[in-house]
């Protein structure tokens, strides 16, 4: 028989697959970084490649367990799987970011296999590595530009690209309107957490396949990919909505109670979808409504037919007696009443009930309504209080002072209706008056000769009221409701209230405060000495009726 025709013998063969393993080694050994442990991960053995890009000797290495070269930011979870994995006789796979002898970072892509004796029990293990860093850290780079780094949320960067995936989308926007103020007033810590827990809420009640944005510091967005139904959209609102208003928001010990804006570009299938959404957004401020979808004729047609229509309610309710006057009381500190400050209502007929300003009042400036609404208001308190000898209040702007007619008018009503020594004018300290004008002062004064006291109303809300005492002959201060109604747990504006409370009384000035709305507020407020009290606690305004006064 041929010599070259034999098959070879058994050593042959074994040899040949020793060499082939060799060869198979040399490559692995060449373009992975490899290593093995015992079954119980002490390292055993380690090429030059997993010398080289650790920073270790191998005998720094052999006889260590891994932990050696691991990064703390790894998870403890994919150990957990890993090792749960190759004990079974299974093969893992994943990424693992490793920290070098420097402190360098590294990230491998792993494959761990478990090696068999000839009775199947796990005699070793082997790791097989690929240096994956810079693909990784390009994917971290691309990844954190995309990335708020505070909440983890996608960003407007990451919101501007995924818009442009999709033909046929709704943009949500979502401003949480106490953001802002909590950051100028208890600055950003506490501000960083407000944003987190917000962020989480909005996470835990995510529209179905739908994602979560950062657009800008105190707003919100959600992305949703497909056309919705306008009702479904409108009900999500609502549920975010109830999860964010309904309670109290707990940070570091202090409450905030959130209320929200949402604007809705609903189905968009143009490139203005983020454009929509903020003018729906827009809307939804301007109007005061919680939930506002998009509308080309959003910013037109709507605006002009809520005009219109104030317009003739406003002309009709003056000629038919519906502008009331409305009273809440003020207290002195042993509950007696000291005085009523004067609100405006209108009545709606057709809903039965009586409407703030907040709602009806800029239509009015709009139509050139307002000074006749204000001198209806003025007339109607002072024939109301002429016939009792209790003290009121009344609001004045600065549009009611400057304009030489009413002013005049006001002068000649309180003198007439002999009301001036009951009569205090309270100032809107958020309005820009003019302090030196000789039309403020000279009408100030005449007031001041009827017997009429001068108040600051909204005291601390704005930058120019310690100006204001300078020039102007004030008798009583408002602390702003804004400072009193968290005073019981807001430490920072009890230290406020309490230096405003002091410096006016060196100036012998009388003080009110507005909004107390609760006993703990009203306790807080009686130990800084504080003269008169006005709030829901006490009275929530009443319409002064003409025919019992």
């Known amino acids: 028989m041929n010599q070259n025709n034999t098959l070879p013998s058994t050593a042959e063969q074994i040899i040949r697959n020793n060499n082939l393993l060799d060869e198979h080694k040399k490559a692995i050994d060449v373009a992975a970084i490899v290593s093995k442990t015992d079954c119980r991960g002490v390292i055993t053995y380690v090429n030059k490649n997993f010398c080289e890009i650790s920073g270790y000797s191998d005998k720094e290495l052999i006889g260590k367990k891994h932990n050696i070269i691991k990064h703390a930011d790894n998870p403890k979870a994919i150990f957990k799987e890993l090792w749960s994995e190759i004990s079974k006789g299974n093969t893992w796979q994943g990424v693992i970011k490793n ?12 494959t761990i296999c478990p090696i068999l004796d000839d009775n199947g029990k796990i005699k070793e293990y082997i790791a097989i590595r690929y240096d994956v860093t810079d693909i990784y850290q390009k994917n971290l780079i691309i990844e ?11 960003n407007a960067t990451k919101l501007l690209s995924d818009i442009k995936k999709y033909k046929n989308r709704t943009l949500i926007l979502i401003k949480i309107n106490e953001l802002m ?59 975010i909505q109830s999860c964010l208003e309904k309670r109290f928001v707990v940070i570091k010990g202090n409450e905030f109670f959130i209320t929200l804006k949402i604007g809705v570009a609903l189905n968009c299938q143009c490139k203005n979808v983020l454009n929509d959404a903020q003018k729906a957004l827009k809307s939804s401020l301007k109007n005061n409504q919680t939930i506002s979808v998009y509308s080309d004729e959003i910013d037109t047609q709507q605006q002009l037919i809520q005009s219109i229509n104030w317009s003739k ?16 009381n003020i207290y002195n500190i042993d509950g007696s009443v000291y005085s009523t400050e004067v609100l405006m209502r209108y009545f709606d007929k057709d809903k039965d009930e009586y409407i703030s300003p907040f709602f009806f009042l800029k239509y009015a400036e709009k139509a050139q309504l307002y000074n006749k609404l204000s001198m209806e208001i003025i007339e109607q308190s002072c024939c109301y209080f002429s016939k009792t000898d209790r003290k009121f209040s009344l609001n ?27 009569l205090t004018i309270e100032l809107v300290e958020s309005t820009d008056y003019e302090l030196k004008s000789d039309t403020v002062l000279t ?21 120019s009221n310690f100006k204001q005492l300078m020039y102007i002959p004030i008798d009583i201060i408002k602390i702003d ?15 406020i209230v309490k230096t ?12 009110v405060a507005e909004y107390v709305e609760n006993k703990e507020t009203f306790e807080k407020l009686k130990k800084l000495n504080i003269d008169y009290y006005q709030g829901y606690y006490f009275h929530e305004p009443e319409k002064l009726s003409f025919k019992s006064p």
């Open 99 to 110: 920290k070098a002898k420097t402190g360098a970072v590294y990230y491998v892509n792993s």
């Open 144 to 154: 954190n530009q995309n990335t708020d780094p505070l909440t983890q949320l996608s």
């Open 181 to 239: 103020d909590i950051q100028e007033a208890y600055g950003f810590s506490i501000y960083n957490d407000a944003l987190l827990v917000i962020s989480k809420k909005l996470q835990e009640n995510l529209f179905k396949k739908s994602s979560l944005y950062r657009w800008s510091d105190d707003v919100f967005a959600i992305l949703v990919p497909e056309p919705c139904d306008e009702q479904i959209i409108k009900d999500y609102c609502n549920t």
């Open 313 to 328: 309610k406003l002309k009709l309710a003056l000629s038919e007696g519906d502008i009331k006057i409305f009273g809440q």
């Open 396 to 422: 004045l702007t600065m549009n009611d002072i400057i304009d030489k007619t009413i002013s005049s008018w006001i002068v000649e009503i309180v003198g007439n209706y002999k009301v001036g020594e009951q």
């Open 443 to 463: 009408f100030l004064n005449k007031m001041k000769i009827l017997g009429c006291k001068i108040a600051i109303d909204d005291f601390g809300s704005g930058y």
């Open 481 to 495: 409701g804004s400072l009193i109604k968290n005073i019981h747990r807001d430490k920072k504006a009890f230290e």
């Open 500 to 511: 405003l409370v002091q410096f006016c009384k060196v100036l012998e000035l009388r003080v």
